[in-house]
């Protein structure tokens, strides 16, 4: 399995940091997030990864180099300054991540969740790992009804950021810019995304709040 991490994006809301750092290396107890990440990856198996590059992305490529010191294989997938959201930036790099499902993960977030080589049963064209809601949210993504991704008006679940997807998955999209979101909304309507729930140390670092609260939390 290949995985991908995105590393693209510019970090508004944190921004008295990453005006010079970009966000997948920030730092937590002494270690950028990207890192941890590629350690992670590594102790999985996953040893051939995709990174997409944005803002500042000169910095990640100095810092992960070709991966080896992590004991995997990077390759890059350049955005420039047309970032290309989620789906977009995924979509670019498609040529890099195989013919087999591949991991995606966002490289913004900090879990202890155990990353495994997630199969899909024949009718799903994606997983999405599952955590619960934050209290900093209203409301949250989805629904998890039998393995499956359901979409409601009542969602008690949030995308973590850590998901599976088939090549196929994209299938008809157009190189450019776009959401991933709206993608897996119709595949839940359809019944094809599979979901599973993690419930244990998980961290979305998108503003200082929660990059402070975090680092308070695990001892930083």
């Known amino acids: 399995m290949i995985a991908m991490i995105l590393a693209a994006g510019r970090g508004k ?8 750092t970009p966000k997948p290396l920030v730092e937590v107890r002494g270690q950028s997030l990207i ?6 990856l590594q102790a999985a198996g996953i040893t051939d990864v995709v990174i997409n590059l944005g803002w500042l992305g000169d910095q990640i490529i100095e810092r992960i180099g070709a991966g080896s010191q992590y004991g995997v294989s990077v390759v890059y997938s350049q955005e420039g300054d047309e970032l290309l959201e989620t789906g977009g930036g995924i979509f670019k790099a498609l040529h890099l991540l195989g013919d087999d499902p591949f991991l995606v993960m966002n490289a913004d977030i900090y879990t ?3 990353v495994v080589k997630m199969s899909l049963d024949d009718e799903a064209l994606g997983h999405l790992v599952m955590v619960p809601t934050p209290g900093y949210r209203d409301n949250g993504d989805f629904n998890l009804e039998d393995g499956r991704i359901r979409n409601s008006n009542a969602s008690t679940l949030t995308f973590g950021g850590i998901s599976v997807y ?3 998955f994209f299938a008809g999209c157009e190189p450019g810019r776009f959401s991933i979101v709206p993608m897996m909304r119709s595949t839940a309507d359809a ?3 599979q979901g599973s729930f ?3 140390l998980w961290a979305d670092i998108g503003t200082q709040e929660r990059l402070a609260a975090l680092r308070n939390a695990v001892g930083d």
Do not use: A
Request: glycine share 8%; charged share 45%.
């Open 13 to 20: 809301r944190l921004k008295q940091i990453t005006e010079t």
């Open 35 to 40: 890192e941890r990440h590629l350690e992670r």
């Open 112 to 114: 202890d969740y155990q």
């Open 166 to 168: 088939r090549p196929e």
């Open 191 to 193: 019944g094809r995304m």
């Open 198 to 200: 993690y419930d244990g």
